[in-house]
């Protein structure tokens, strides 16, 4: 019985490694294109100038040069940070409670 329970646990465990995994390897990527000669170019719109414009992204939250990736992260940690978070402690307390 415990064999299928493992089983059947092992897709909802690894999707909040992915989303964390996901997370971390995109500000990797960020970091060595920031780093680097290389600037990506975005198409603008009207609000995507705003965003690039506002007061939080050009002197509150600036991690990256590129102001763009600095939109990026805050969207990506909105996303996907709470999910992979509720997910990891679900799995440590099904698991402490199951081991105790």
């Known amino acids: 019985m415990s064999e299928i329970r493992k089983k059947g ?25 920031d780093n680097s000669s290389w600037s990506p170019g975005f198409n603008k719109g009207a609000f995507f100038d705003r965003l690039t414009n506002s007061k939080f992204f050009t002197e509150w939250f600036t991690p990256y040069d590129i102001v ?26 099904v698991r402490k409670k199951t081991v105790s």
Not at 14 to 28: E, F, K, N, P
Not at 70 to 93: C, D, E, H, Q, R
């Open 9 to 33: 646990r092992t897709k909802q465990d690894r999707s909040w490694m992915i989303s964390i995994g996901a997370y971390v390897g995109l500000q990797i990527i960020f970091l060595i294109i």
């Open 68 to 93: 763009q990736f600095n939109i990026f992260t805050v969207f990506f940690s909105i996303t996907l940070l709470p999910a992979a978070l509720i997910g990891a402690m679900k799995y440590f307390y």
